[in-house]
């Protein structure tokens, strides 16, 4: 099928510097099993929880929703209460919209955004909680969380030791913080979403994400199917595919 080749031949030819070590992809039941080990009233939990699911529903980096160290917050630079607002499209679908002020891409800032899911790992009751059990001040840190009589800005640091420690827990193997993106990618491709709103979502360079899809076999199974309805009833869902240089 010409579209399985343009496929595998766009994959093929991603350029060697995007040519990097697998890593694991957080997966909507590793995220499950964390909520299961944490402790939501608790305020650095809860704080945790809704920042690793509005990471991961938004697409976006670690770094772009917490702070490098304690000292470090800077309200021209960091997300804050103040810079999240509620959206909705002409067919009344609602989405969490942030905007983040400076990001690795976009020094003038962007947005990022995600809707309500199903399930433990819902992004919007995680935030909801968060608000209400930290209520942070609008120009602090989004996930500033609760500490003795103040507020402490959540660094990435003790975002990933907590995820880690909730892991091990569960039992499960600790998974790096560039799996909550990779992983959020993933969720939405094996979704049947289209590749290039994926690509607009997680803010990917092209050859970033060709190399992406490279590591990831289970993108490209729907392809393979030996039934040719089964393909037919993807390809439906899944046009615009990258293309090859």
């Known amino acids: 099928m010409e579209t399985v080749a343009l496929l595998k031949a766009a994959i093929s030819?991603?350029?060697a510097s995007t040519k990097r070590s697998k890593r694991e992809p957080y997966t909507i039941d590793m995220i499950t099993a964390i909520c299961d080990q944490l402790n939501l009233s608790d305020p650095l939990d809860a704080a945790v929880f809704a920042c690793l699911t509005t990471a991961f529903f938004a697409?976006?980096?670690?770094?772009?929703?917490?702070?490098?160290?304690?000292?470090?917050?800077?309200?021209?630079?960091?997300?804050?209460?103040?810079n999240v607002s509620d959206t909705q499209d002409r067919q009344n679908l609602r989405m969490k919209t942030f905007f983040l002020p400076r990001t690795k891409?976009?020094?003038?800032?962007?947005?990022?955004?995600w809707a309500k899911q199903t399930g433990p790992s819902d992004p919007e009751e995680a935030f909801a909680n968060h608000l209400r059990i930290n209520e942070p001040p609008q120009n602090n840190a989004l996930f500033a969380y609760r500490h003795n009589d103040s507020y402490r800005?959540?660094?990435?640091?003790?975002?990933?030791?907590?995820?880690?420690?909730?892991m091990?827990?569960?039992?499960?193997?600790?998974?790096?913080?560039?799996?909550?993106?990779?992983?959020?990618?993933?969720?939405?491709?094996?979704?049947?979403?289209?590749?290039?709103?994926?690509?607009?979502?997680?803010r990917w360079s092209s050859d970033a994400f060709l190399a992406y899809l490279r590591r990831h076999a289970q993108i490209l199974a729907p392809y393979m199917q030996a039934t040719p309805e089964l393909q037919e009833q993807f390809l439906r869902h899944t046009v615009n595919l990258p293309p090859v240089h």
């Open 105 to 113: 891409s976009a020094l003038e800032g962007e947005e990022v955004s």
């Open 13 to 15: 030819l991603a350029p």
């Open 59 to 82: 697409t976006a980096r670690t770094g772009e929703f917490t702070v490098p160290r304690l000292d470090a917050f800077d309200p021209a630079k960091h997300v804050k209460p103040s």
């Open 153 to 166: 800005p959540l660094t990435k640091t003790k975002f990933l030791q907590r995820l880690t420690s909730a």
């Open 168 to 202: 091990k827990a569960a039992g499960r193997q600790p998974v790096s913080g560039h799996g909550i993106r990779i992983g959020s990618t993933l969720e939405y491709l094996l979704r049947n979403i289209p590749f290039d709103i994926i690509k607009v979502k997680g």
